[in-house]
T-cell receptor
């Protein structure tokens, strides 16, 4: 079946602009995660949704970052007033239920964001 | 807070040689442990995971990892590597008992298999 998809695959923007990154999880998966991977680093957790609600947003770096999942499926990560330090690959993952059940997180291909 | 240390950032080996990629974690609670692989120009894929039970877990392509609670380690091994194993490997940990759902990753180890 189809895996996790993310659009766009690449996004180049200018400092100060607003961007939206989209994630389409595997059908039927209730849990959705956003991570950020900077060059030479492993993925870092940003936010986790269970259904429509953000159950853990402790990884969002500041209030310029916001994510929604209004219908419990597709999610959008929104970044306001982008800064050069926001440049990274943004990864989305989904799992059937909870990771604490041992469910596997399946990752999408990522969106490479470049802020000039 | 949990952390994961991958001791080697790069590991070059020759084809058919054995390899060990090291991973240590810090946690005082029950944990789940994972190895993910990222092939060139592809997304992260789960290679294997430890949840409970037997401390030795295996993947379908010949990798294995052993959970060692006393040493807080989860090293990945393969007795004979192929060119196609060239990739970046990430070790990750999550809470195993209803804690945070997030994965905490190490910085990754780039495995390069040379002919």
């Amino acid at each position: 079946g189809a895996g996790v998809s993310q659009t766009p695959s690449n996004k180049v923007t200018e400092k100060g602009k607003y961007v939206e990154l989209r994630c389409d999880p595997i059908s039927g998966h209730t849990a959705l995660y956003w991570y950020r991977q900077s060059l030479g680093q492993g993925p870092e957790f940003l936010i986790y949704f269970q259904g429509t609600g953000a159950a853990d947003d402790s990884g969002l770096p500041n209030d310029r970052f916001f994510a929604v999942r209004p219908e419990g499926s597709v999610s959008t990560l929104k970044i306001q007033r982008t800064e050069r330090g926001d440049s990274a690959v943004y990864l989305c993952a989904s799992s059937l239920t909870f990771s604490s059940n041992g469910d596997t997180q399946y990752f999408g291909p990522g969106t490479r964001l470049t802020v000039l | 807070a949990q952390s994961v240390t991958q001791l080697d950032s790069q590991v070059p080996v020759f084809e058919e040689a054995p390899v060990e990629l090291r991973c240590n974690y810090s946690s005082s609670v029950s944990v789940y442990l994972f190895w993910y692989v990222q092939y060139p120009n592809q997304g992260l894929q789960l290679l294997l995971k430890y949840l409970s039970g037997s401390t030795l877990v295996e993947s379908i392509n010949g990798f294995e990892a052993e959970f060692n609670k006393s040493q807080t380690s989860f090293h990945l091994r393969k007795p004979s590597v192929h060119i196609s194993d060239t990739a970046e490997y990430f070790c990750a940990v999550s809470d195993g008992q209803g804690g945070s759902e997030k994965l905490v990753f190490g910085k990754g180890t780039k495995l390069t298999v040379n002919p």
